[in-house]
């Protein structure tokens, strides 16, 4: 029984811990390369680096590393059927692939993806002042049409009564 566990602790578990670790380490030097330029273009832009800045990348590894520990449990839990923990290297690449692409964009695309974030919050924070202006335009409008029709009812009524 000692050799079974033995070497499925050597042949197998061993392997899945250090590809995790490497998967693990991968992630974190990501996360800094992105964290590092994101500061650099900051600084070039002349925008204040702030704790608001520092806390997306708190929020990025919760996202990151969520799933991860999910997935590693999985990869864990298969080291018996599985050569190597799959699972936690596939998120990993995928991890280090946005990261790679958070650091290739462009900072004015980054600034106008905030903005229109911003205009589609304040379009939702205030959709009820707005489905109003719109209602109050379209039934505005045919109370007015409705107003012309009677003024105009009244004018032909009247030039019919003096002829």
Same mark, same amino acid.
């Given at each position: 029984m000692k050799d079974i566990i033995y070497s499925l602790l050597h042949d197998h578990l061993y392997l899945h811990v250090v590809l995790i670790s490497i998967?693990?380490?991968?992630?974190i030097v990501a996360m800094g390369v992105d964290l590092f330029f994101g500061i650099r273009k900051a600084k070039i832009l002349g925008e204040a680096t702030t704790s608001t800045g520092y806390k997306k990348t708190c !929020? #990025?590894?919760r996202k990151y590393f969520m799933p991860f520990a999910v997935l590693m449990m999985i990869d864990?839990?298969?080291?018996i059927i599985l050569p190597a923990p799959f699972f936690v290297?596939?998120?990993s690449a995928w991890c280090i692939f946005c990261e790679f692409k958070s650091v290739r964009e462009k900072s004015w695309t980054k600034a106008e993806l905030r903005k229109a !974030? #911003?205009?589609m919050s304040i379009i939702i924070e205030n959709k009820d002042d707005i489905a109003k202006m719109v209602a109050d335009m379209v039934l505005g409008s045919k109370h007015e049409a409705i107003e012309i029709e009677k003024k105009e009812t009244i004018i032909s009524a009247?030039?019919?009564a003096e002829q």
């Amino acid at each position: 029984m000692k050799d079974i566990i033995y070497s499925l602790l050597h042949d197998h578990l061993y392997l899945h811990v250090v590809l995790i670790s490497i998967c693990v380490a991968g992630i974190i030097v990501a996360m800094g390369v992105d964290l590092f330029f994101g500061i650099r273009k900051a600084k070039i832009l002349g925008e204040a680096t702030t704790s608001t800045g520092y806390k997306k990348t708190c !929020e #990025k590894g919760r996202k990151y590393f969520m799933p991860f520990a999910v997935l590693m449990m999985i990869d864990i839990i298969g080291c018996i059927i599985l050569p190597a923990p799959f699972f936690v290297m596939i998120w990993s690449a995928w991890c280090i692939f946005c990261e790679f692409k958070s650091v290739r964009e462009k900072s004015w695309t980054k600034a106008e993806l905030r903005k229109a !974030e #911003k205009t589609m919050s304040i379009i939702i924070e205030n959709k009820d002042d707005i489905a109003k202006m719109v209602a109050d335009m379209v039934l505005g409008s045919k109370h007015e049409a409705i107003e012309i029709e009677k003024k105009e009812t009244i004018i032909s009524a009247a030039e019919a009564a003096e002829q």
